[in-house]
T-cell receptor, first 112, second 117 residues
Framework: AQSVTQPDIHITVSEGASLELRCNYS??????LFWYVQSPGQGLQLLLK??????LVQGIKGFEAEFKRSQSSFNLRKPSVHWSDAAEYFC??????????FGDGTTLTVKP | EAGVVQSPRYKIIEKKQPVAFWCNPI?????LYWYRQNLGQGPELLIR????????DSQLPKDRFSAERLKGVDSTLKIQPAELGDSAVYLC???????????????FGPGTRLLVL
């Protein structure tokens, strides 16, 4: 069975600083990978996804993520964080059969 | 384009009572998902529908949970009877399978927050 690990439960960064959120997955084949963001009381919004091709994918709000097969990772990055980026971030893996597994999320706090 | 609609947004019930959640997916989306999200955790899939057919309900606690998607559009998730441990956010999502791919982007509704007392 597949699994997703987000090692950092909570991260605090200063506004304007760079950000990297870690995501490691376990799956026997090439996965479909997603990053979602969830603000309090809201559903999940897609930031970006990897299906195939270029391993560096660009998303909305200036986010990007890099798929590294050798490390089974799909880390999310942003060069300069804005206060409005404070939220919870979820990494997800979907198998070839369409089965979804989410990580437990990383809560991002942005200091002024 | 309207997003995924869920109702109610909040529900407070006493244990052993029944409760139902409703979801209307994005128009034209044939795949519908129900997830449960416990506090501090990621969403866990309960059931996935392809049109009217439940293709993955392996994580649905069938002794007390049931779901239906009779006409392949909107869906209802029911709990009867509810237990204290059912307190969570219940999320509905939908996607549209195109280009012969099994995996497409899921679009989520705002969720129903359930509190069982």
């Amino acid at each position: 069975a597949q699994s997703v690990t987000q090692p950092d439960i909570h991260i605090t960064v200063s506004e304007g600083a760079s950000l990297e959120l870690r995501c490691n997955y376990s799956y026997g084949a090439t996965p479909y990978l997603f990053w979602y963001v969830q603000s309090p009381g809201q559903g999940l919004q897609l930031l970006l996804k990897y299906f195939s091709g270029d391993t560096l994918v660009q998303g909305i709000k200036g986010f990007e993520a890099e798929f590294k097969r050798s490390q089974s990772s799909f880390n999310l990055r942003k060069p300069s964080v804005h206060w409005s980026d404070a939220a919870e971030y979820f990494c997800a893996v979907v198998t070839n059969a369409g089965k979804s597994t989410f990580g437990d999320g990383t809560t991002l706090t942005v200091k002024p | 384009e309207a997003g995924v609609v869920q109702s109610p947004r909040y529900k407070i019930i006493e244990k052993k009572q029944p409760v139902a959640f409703w979801c209307n997916p994005i128009s034209g989306h044939n795949t519908l998902y129900w997830y449960r999200q416990n506090l501090g955790q990621g969403p866990e899939l309960l059931i996935r529908y392809e049109n009217e057919e439940a293709v993955d309900d392996s994580q649905l606690p069938k002794d007390r949970f049931s779901a239906e998607r009779l006409k392949g559009v909107d869906s209802t998730l029911k709990i009867q009877p509810a237990e204290l441990g059912d307190s969570a956010v219940y999320l509905c999502a939908s996607s549209s399978r195109g280009q012969g791919r099994m995996v497409e982007t899921q679009y989520f509704g705002p969720g129903t927050r359930l509190l069982v007392l």
